[in-house]
C-alpha cells in the first residue's frame, strides 16, 4: 500500500504504567495515507481478525 514508510513491532522491555508488553509502529507518509489504511478493506480484515483480538489499541488513534 503506498504512503506506508516504515512498520516495526516488538516487545516494550520498560515498565510502563498501562503495562503493555508489545508495540506494534506504523509511519506514514501524511496523515491522509493512515486514513487510507483505515479504509482499506483489506487492512480493516487483517487487523479485525489477527490483530485486535489481541492487543489494546492506543487512545491517540
Known amino acids: 500500500m503506498r504512503g ?3 512498520v516495526s513491532l516488538g ?3 520498560n ?3 498501562d503495562k503493555y508488553t508489545h508495540a ?3 509511519r506514514f507518509q501524511r496523515k491522509e495515507d493512515m ?3 483505515y ?3 483489506f ?3 487483517v487487523l479485525n ?3 485486535l483480538p489481541y492487543c489494546h489499541v492506543c487512545p491517540d488513534m
Open 4 to 6: 506506508i514508510l516504515a
Open 11 to 13: 516487545r516494550i522491555l
Open 15 to 17: 515498565e510502563n504504567i
Open 24 to 26: 506494534v509502529y506504523m
Open 35 to 37: 486514513g487510507k489504511f
Open 39 to 41: 479504509e482499506n478493506p
Open 43 to 45: 487492512y480493516l480484515r
Open 49 to 51: 481478525e489477527h490483530v
